[in-house]
């Protein structure tokens, strides 16, 4: 019995490996070539569609990622041209440094100095006080006087020569002559040109002496000068002097009449202050 049972299975299998065979067989023949091979390009078509939807997000990864690059460089270079220059500092010892902070000690002239030199060198006072722009001013000034004091010395020798000679009565002299125009003691009498001669002598004299004292006295300023400018030189002359008048309440506790004192109280006034 037990064989049987295995040979009817046996058959059984053998019987249902045909028929699947045959099938098998049977729908292969029953589709034709040309549907065949279109299904295989549907189905190829569809595997290039799928691999195009994944690969389009990748593409696009990529292209985002690609300009995210070229955008972050392009922030670096802008940072790096608009970016403050940081100077490079370098190490100082200590020692050196303390020296460098120590403010230059500033210079400070002397007025008793500047004074004996501007008495001793017209124009010493203004070299010590270092304002060499007031040079020209001062050798200006005295140079002029000097001028003026030959002229009119010369002048006043001159006419005072030929008034000489007018008073002795020696009209023929050269002193006379070369003062006025030729012909002149012929048309005016001799009485008025010795007046006119004498007149002429004392201007010229007044103008030396005026010449002498203009001298001293840019002389004299220049020493002033020196004086006031070395004495002058640490005066402060920041922005911060100032006036401000405002109101204010005056505290009067006694006021002085005669030999008694009334008190009178407080009142009201204008005060004005400096600040120097």
């Known amino acids: 019995m037990i064989r049987r049972r295995r040979t009817y299975i046996v058959c059984i299998t053998l019987l249902l ?7 098998i067989t049977i729908s292969g023949q029953g589709k034709p070539r040309a549907a065949t091979k279109r299904l295989q390009s549907e189905a190829t078509d569809t595997l290039r569609q799928r691999i195009d939807t994944l690969r389009q997000p990748v593409d696009t990864v990529r292209h985002q990622m690609v300009a995210d690059s070229i955008e972050a460089g392009n922030r670096e270079k802008v940072a790096e041209m608009t970016a403050p220059v940081t100077p490079r500092v370098e190490m100082i010892p200590a020692d050196s440094l303390q020296q460098g902070m120590t403010p230059a000690k500033k210079w400070m002239p002397n007025p008793n100095t500047a004074t004996w030199l501007a008495l001793v060198i017209p124009g010493g006072g203004q070299i010590y006080n270092r304002k060499y722009w007031k040079l020209p001013i001062i050798y200006g000034g005295f140079a002029g006087c000097a001028y003026a004091l030959t002229w009119n010395g010369n002048m006043y020798r ?11 009565d020696n009209w023929t002299s050269s002193n006379i002559i070369d003062l006025l125009p030729a012909g002149y003691t012929d048309r005016v009498s001799h009485t008025q040109i010795t007046d006119i001669l004498r007149r002429r002598k004392d201007m010229y004299r007044r103008y030396r002496d005026m010449s002498i004292f203009a001298f001293i006295g840019v002389y004299l300023i220049s020493v002033i000068d020196a004086y006031v400018d070395a004495e002058l030189s640490n005066f402060d002359i920041s922005p911060d002097l100032s006036m401000r008048i405002e109101p204010a309440v005056i505290d009067n506790n006694i006021l002085q009449t005669g030999a008694r004192h009334t008190p009178t109280g407080k009142s009201v006034g204008m005060q004005c202050s400096f600040r120097f």
């Open 158 to 168: 001159d006419y005072a020569n030929a008034y000489k000679d007018a008073a002795n």
């Open 17 to 23: 490996c045909l028929i699947q065979t045959t099938g």
